[in-house]
Nanobody
Framework: QVQLVESGGGLVQAGGSLRLSCTAS????????MGWFRQAPGKEREFVAQ????????YYADSVKDRFTISRDNAKNTVYLRMNNLKPEDTAVYYC??????????WGQGTQVTVSS
């Protein structure tokens, strides 16, 4: 069983920054890709970013490219999402997930990010 716990969400003004963290239980964290997703009110959950097991490759949704950066520290079992130049449309609950063969199989409980205009 894998547990993922997100933190770092909050209320920020447009143009501001936040860093989300997701810490995983277990000893296999470094073997898997990890991802961040988000769900805004009334919308479906959408992909935000993904990072390979080694941290050597990262992929982003077009809507966050050049503003968000995903990274990981395998020694700390933690994946991060640095979010810069936040916009009101980035308001959502952000979830981290473990990625196996392109599919998220474990999810965190989510952390709320609210961007005011």
């Amino acid at each position: 069983q894998v547990q993922l716990v997100e933190s770092g969400g909050g209320l920020v003004q447009a143009g501001g920054s936040l860093r989300l963290s997701c810490t995983a239980s277990g000893r296999t964290f470094s073997s898997y890709a990890m991802g961040w997703f988000r769900q805004a009110p009334g919308k479906e959950r959408e992909f935000v970013a993904q990072i390979s097991w080694s941290g050597g490759s990262a992929y982003y949704a077009d809507s966050v490219k050049d503003r968000f950066t995903i990274s990981r520290d395998n020694a700390k079992n933690t994946v991060y999402l640095r979010m810069n130049n936040l916009k009101p449309e980035d308001t959502a609950v952000y979830y981290c997930a473990r990625i196996v063969l392109g599919t998220a199989d474990y999810w965190g409980q989510g952390t709320q990010v609210t961007v005011s205009s």
